[in-house]
C-alpha cells in the first residue's frame, strides 16, 4: 500500500498544535450570516472537531439577519441611529424570539453526530446562559433607543 504523503506531511504540520491548544478556549465570534449560510454544518463540524480535541469553544453568534427578516416578515420597519436598532417593546419581542431559534439551530449543529473516526462518538456539550449584562444606551442625537442596550459587563467566571 502507498502512503499518502500529503496527509502525512499535513498531519505532522498540524501535529504540534493538538497538543498546544488542548484545554485551551477559544472564543469564537460569528455573525447571522454564518447561520443563514446554505453549508454552516462545514463550520459547526470543525467545531466539534475542535471540541474532540479537548478545545473548549465560548461561541458569540449574532443575528441581525434573522432578525430583520422577521421583522420585515411582521410589516415592521426599525429606526436605526448610529448603526443601531431603535428596540421599542414590540420589537425586543421579535428580537428574543429570533435569538432563541438562531440558538436552537446553532445547538442543533453542534448536535450532528461526528461520523468519522477516530471522533465518532465524540460529544458536544452545550451550556448557555446569561453571562452578560447590558445597560439602556439611552438618547443618541435626540432619539431614544429604549432597549437597545450596550454590553455592562461578561461573566467570565461562570463562562469558563
Request: hydrophobic share 45%.
Amino acid at each position: 500500500m502507498k502512503p499518502n504523503n500529503n496527509f502525512v506531511t499535513w498531519f505532522r504540520s498540524v501535529a504540534p498544535y493538538v497538543n498546544v491548544f488542548h484545554g485551551r478556549t477559544f472564543v469564537v465570534v460569528f455573525s447571522g450570516e454564518v447561520i443563514a449560510d446554505e453549508k454552516p454544518a462545514e463550520l459547526f463540524h470543525d467545531f466539534n472537531v475542535l471540541a474532540s480535541l479537548c478545545v473548549r469553544l465560548v461561541l458569540v453568534h449574532g443575528a441581525p439577519p434573522q432578525i430583520d427578516s422577521r421583522l420585515k416578515e411582521r410589516k415592521l420597519h426599525p429606526e436605526y441611529v448610529k448603526g443601531a436598532r431603535v428596540t421599542d417593546a414590540l420589537t425586543l419581542q421579535f428580537v428574543k424570539e429570533t435569538i432563541g431559534r438562531v440558538r436552537f439551530e446553532i445547538e442543533a449543529l453542534l448536535s450532528m453526530e461526528l461520523s468519522n473516526p477516530p471522533i465518532a462518538n465524540s460529544a458536544v456539550r452545550i451550556a448557555n446562559g446569561n453571562f452578560i449584562t447590558a445597560h439602556p444606551i439611552g438618547v443618541e442625537d435626540g432619539m431614544d433607543l429604549m432597549y437597545t442596550g450596550e454590553i455592562r459587563k461578561v461573566d467570565a467566571e461562570s463562562i469558563r
